[in-house]
């Protein structure tokens, strides 16, 4: 076994703090990945506080995992000591099911093994990157190009993935009205993401302090939706509205900017149910939508956009022993736009 040092919180009552534990050898599909950065995804906090579903504790969070390759097992073909490597919100799947033969893992007809806060195939229990190391097989590990910054690569593993793939899916581009509601960790990709795919994207806040930050990310446009003239400026007219934002909200209100035949994507997970009004649909067939993260081959993809055309997440890098504090920042919208954990702190 190998030992690993990580910060993990033992119950929902309590802070993350120190805690060592062991990981599995090396097997012979296996790339083990010396993790450098790894970032703080609002659904890490959702989870040690077992406010989506009951958790597996100790729990170690983090998804968002970047680093070097230190081993690979005999078998291992696409990577080699001294790579740079990431892994994002899955570590396994069935790999045989529709979904996965279709390069959809994320859908895995027989659920995916998540990075952490789950059972692996054998039952045992999952630990994520707030740690020095992981093991992961080698369909799970991600190519990491040289040519961007490590640590500002990290969210792209989660916040970029979440955003890139519904704009994919749903071929948002040239000629298309995107609005992104929110501007935080996702909101500030999917502009990053709409912008670069040709579309005119527009920022849907409640924050008139955000316009500048939001044209500064390449936004065209921004409506402060607590202004009902604003508001009313813009009712019918967005082909897609990418919708990021993890609390309750009014959806009927959003469903009305959508134009004839226009799609609210959800990405944001609200720990309430979304309450949505028949009529909000059935007036001009309007559609509300889900996507998850993306599957193995769109998120090495996806990292392959960013090294071409130079996008990265907006980070501030911070020490781990800071990550209790960066949470209660976090729910206050008080970063730019995604906290990443410098291991080298742990």
């Not at 729990?59 to 740079?84: N, R, S, T, W, Y």
Request: glycine share 10%; hydrophobic share 40%; net charge negative.
């Amino acid at each position: 076994m190998i030992q690993a040092k990580a910060y993990a919180a033992q119950t929902p009552e309590t802070d993350l703090a120190p805690w060592e534990f062991e990981r599995r050898d090396v097997g012979p599909h296996d790339v083990q990945i010396e993790i450098h950065y790894c970032g703080v995804c609002h659904s890490d906090l959702h989870q040690i506080k077992d406010e989506w579903f009951p958790g597996v504790f100790p729990m170690v969070p983090g998804h968002e995992i970047v680093g070097k390759v230190v081993q690979v097992g005999a078998h291992v073909k696409k990577f080699k000591a001294g790579d740079l490597a990431g892994v994002g919100c899955m570590v396994d799947s069935c790999q045989v099911c529709e979904n996965c033969k279709d390069g959809l893992e994320q859908y895995c007809l027989e659920g995916n093994t998540q990075t952490y806060n789950n059972l692996d195939r054998s039952g045992v229990p999952t630990y994520g990157g707030y740690s020095n190391t992981i093991v992961v097989r080698e369909e799970f590990v991600l190519s990491v190009s040289d040519k961007l910054p490590l640590a500002a690569t990290a969210p792209l593993l989660c916040a970029g993935i979440t955003t890139y793939s519904p704009l994919r899916h749903w071929k948002v581009g040239k000629g298309h009205k995107l609005a992104v509601l929110g501007l935080g960790g996702l909101g500030h990709m999917g502009v990053k993401f709409g912008v670069a795919f040709g579309a005119e994207v527009t920022v849907l806040s409640t924050s008139a302090s955000k316009e500048q930050a939001a044209k500064d990310l390449g936004a065209h446009h921004f409506v402060v939706t607590s202004d009902p003239e604003q508001v009313k400026a813009v009712k019918g007219s967005f082909d897609f509205i990418l919708d990021t934002v993890s609390a309750v909200h009014d959806m009927d209100l959003y469903l009305s900017l959508l134009r004839t035949n226009g799609t609210l994507i959800n990405v944001g997970v609200p720990t309430e149910p979304y309450s949505v009004q028949p009529f909000s649909l059935l007036t001009g067939r309007r559609s509300m939508a889900g996507s998850g993260i993306g599957g193995i081959a769109e998120t090495q993809e996806m990292l392959d956009f960013c090294a071409e055309y130079n996008i990265v997440s907006d980070i501030e890098l911070i020490d781990i022993k800071d990550i209790t504090a960066s949470y209660a920042r976090m729910l206050k919208g008080d970063v730019r736009y995604r906290f990443v954990i410098d291991m080298a702190t742990l």
